[in-house]
């Protein structure tokens, strides 16, 4: 028995080009800023969290008005710069994270849905490949290899 369709959404094919052509454009526009980190870079950094955003902030305030306390090898002007940019990156990065949770939910309420399905589809056909209905055997063959395990890996 089929479960409750919780969702049908038909995206147009105006918006969908509309969106591709919006996050294209983010793309050129943040390529010029953006990084990446290999998994072990990214373990090797000091991490700055929710909690440590005020006390930075304090920091670059105290450098700046009392630059005798700034270590000759610290340079204020990075620590701004940086502190900034976490600042504006962040207001780019909460929104974009609501639309990808947003998207993420959608997208595997969907794929549920749609696998389900399918799964339906295929455990009917394959009773009907065992009663013999013409056409379903073939079918059948088709989609079982999904669900075929591989051989194990000899050590």
């Known amino acids: 028995m089929a479960s409750e369709n919780q969702i049908n959404i038909q995206i ?4 969908l080009k509309t969106v591709l052509e919006y996050s294209k ?7 010029k800023y953006i990084i990446a980190l290999s998994p072990d870079e990214r373990q090797r950094k000091a ?21 005798e306390l700034v270590p000759s090898y610290m340079k204020v002007e990075d620590l701004i710069i940086d502190f ?17 949770s947003g998207l993420n ?9 749609a696998y389900t399905n ?3 589809f295929y455990n009917y056909t ?9 056409g379903a055997k073939i079918i059948y063959e088709d989609l079982k290899k999904r669900f075929e395990k591989l051989p194990k890996k000899k050590a």
Do not use: H
Not at 105 to 113: I, K, P
């Open 47 to 67: 991490k700055m969290g929710e909690k440590s955003v005020n006390f930075v902030e304090k920091v670059t305030e105290y450098a700046i008005s009392n630059p």
């Open 118 to 120: 399918a799964l339906v």
């Open 25 to 31: 454009g983010i793309d050129d526009i943040m390529k």
């Open 84 to 100: 900034k940019a976490v600042s504006d990156l962040t207001s780019i990065f909460r929104p974009t994270e609501q639309l990808a």
């Open 105 to 113: 939910d959608t997208m595997l309420l969907c794929g549920s849905e």
């Open 126 to 134: 394959k009773q009907a490949a065992k009663d013999n209905v013409p």
């Open 12 to 15: 147009s094919k105006e918006d």
